[in-house]
């Protein structure tokens, strides 16, 4: 069993595990980066920044100082953007033991590598057991004790069960997996179908469009996983269509408003100037587009996204583009 656990980044998701982390955990402390996030945590037990409408339990405690988060903590959770876990990862490493297990609970590419955040972990802790959460999970449901369900994956099935007995509690049930790469990849790359997916409602197509899209985009994120090693079976459960599910049709989906702001008229950036909470789905796209080359993997609503995102190509003309690609086979598509 664990004693200590820190959750590295208080953002939406980190605040709203720690909550279901503070019923099993004596005291869980909480790493911020904002003096004004550390002070709302710990004055008033609301992070009126990143999740202001959920009340936090008094046993959650709120440091700006990372050494002191990390300390003596036998459990240790990263919750931070894709684009900052290097450099949050090169505050931690001094002061983590080589006995810490590590929970990365982000979801998305490292954007200078391309990799996998787990590859970017195990390569600074190599000695530490480390496990990847995964699930159809808004912040904002999983801090109001909504029932919810999740994935824990680990290389070592007990390490993964222990994990389990951490993080479940009455209104969060967690299963168990091997598959680090599938439920990696599943949080990762269903960003970019929801992105999409606010494109066509961004131009007010209707439930069919939405239906289709979300469906080939589960193939491309399959056929992707299958070349990277991942089972194709974990893409059928929670952390793939479960995940794809709710980040393609709710409006929680930070992914799913900035596509419907695009397919609106708003350019990307100007969208992302206006907003402080990290839109996932923009760079794992860039990551996605990438990967899809390096395997030689055919992800044709990626592909259009990317040109919608960074070449300019305007969302009707992307719609074309997919309706009249070549004609195909749907399950042989599915696999190859």
Not at 55 to 69: F, H
Not at 173 to 181: K, L, P, Q
Not at 311 to 330: I, Q, S
Request: hydrophobic share 40%; proline share 3%; with cysteine.
């Amino acid at each position: 069993m664990f004693r200590e656990v820190a959750v590295i980044g208080a953002g939406g998701w980190g605040t709203a595990l720690s909550i279901v982390l503070a019923e099993n955990f004596r005291t869980v402390h909480i790493w911020a980066r904002e003096t004004e996030v550390c002070e709302s945590i710990n004055n008033s037990s609301y992070n009126q920044t990143f999740l202001p409408k959920v009340k936090m339990p008094a046993n959650i405690r709120a440091t700006q100082d990372i050494a002191e988060a990390v300390k003596q903590k036998d459990l240790l959770v990263f919750a931070v953007p894709s684009a900052y876990l290097s450099e949050i990862i090169a505050l931690v490493k001094p002061h983590i033991a080589v006995d810490t297990v590590i929970v990365n609970v982000g979801k998305g590419f490292d954007p200078g590598t391309k990799k996998r955040l787990s590859e970017i972990i195990k390569q600074s802790f190599p000695g530490n057991d480390f496990a990847v959460l995964s699930g159809p999970n808004h912040a904002e449901e999983t801090g109001k004790k909504i029932p919810s369900a999740t994935v824990i994956a680990a290389e070592k099935k007990e390490i993964a069960e222990q994990l389990q007995d951490s993080f479940m509690t009455s209104y969060f049930r967690v299963y168990t997996s091997t598959d680090i790469v599938g439920v990696e990849l599943g949080g990762a790359l269903k960003n970019i179908i929801a992105l999409a997916t606010g494109v066509l409602d961004g131009l007010n197509f209707g439930d069919n469009t939405r239906a289709a899209l979300m469906t080939r985009g589960l193939s491309e994120i399959t056929r992707l996983g299958m070349a990277m090693g991942a089972q194709t079976m974990t893409f059928a459960g929670l952390s793939g269509v479960g995940d794809l599910i709710v980040t393609c049709t709710s409006m929680h989906s930070r992914n799913r408003r900035c596509g419907i702001a695009i397919g609106q008229g708003t350019s990307l950036q100007n969208y992302l100037n206006q907003t402080k909470m990290e839109v996932e789905g923009v760079g794992a796209c860039k990551s996605a587009y990438y990967l899809a080359q390096k395997y030689n993997i055919r992800m044709p609503i990626t592909t259009a996204l990317y040109q919608v995102l960074y070449e300019d190509l305007k969302p009707e003309a992307a719609v074309k583009v997919l309706m009249t690609g070549d004609k195909r086979h749907e399950i042989e598509d599915i696999a190859f």
